[in-house]
């Protein structure tokens, strides 16, 4: 069993910028396919960041360029380092990972190999 949980949401205007933390309760050098996930009122659930044990990380179209997740081994936490946000922006964002030693990289539908989710935290931005 591994647990997530989220941190660092809240609200901003257009333009700010947030960092979430994914703090692990095992060690992240197992979990080969983490990722962010969001999901916005009255839409469906959409990717928005992976990263895989191989160190490549995939983004949504919309957030590239934007978003940016990396990883800390040392502690175990997952991060998205969120910028020029837009009120689009604005959802329940969750972090997400596969079994440890599952994977070795995240898979182009990584969605279903997510084994683990977090609570998520909300991030709200106002024009």
């Known amino acids: 069993q591994v647990e997530l949980v989220e941190s660092g949401g809240g609200s901003v205007e257009a333009g700010g910028s947030f960092r979430l933390s994914c703090a692990a309760s095992?060690?992240?050098?197992?979990?080969?396919?983490m990722g962010w996930l969001r999901h916005a009122p009255g839409k469906e659930r959409e990717g928005v960041a992976t990263?895989?044990?191989?160190?490549?990380?995939t983004y949504a179209a919309s957030m590239e360029g934007r978003f940016t997740i990396s990883k800390d081994d040392a502690k175990n936490t997952l991060y998205l380092e969120m910028d020029s946000l837009k009120p689009e922006d604005t959802a329940m964002y969750y972090c997400?990972?596969?079994?440890?030693?599952?994977?070795?990289?995240?898979?182009?539908?990584?969605?279903?190999?997510?084994?683990?989710w977090g609570k998520g935290t909300a991030v709200t931005i106002s024009s």
């Open positions: 095992t060690r992240t050098t197992t979990l080969h396919c």
């Open positions: 990263f895989s044990a191989t160190g490549d990380t």
């Open positions: 997400a990972t596969s079994a440890p030693g599952k994977y070795t990289y995240c898979r182009e539908d990584y969605t279903g190999d997510m084994a683990y």
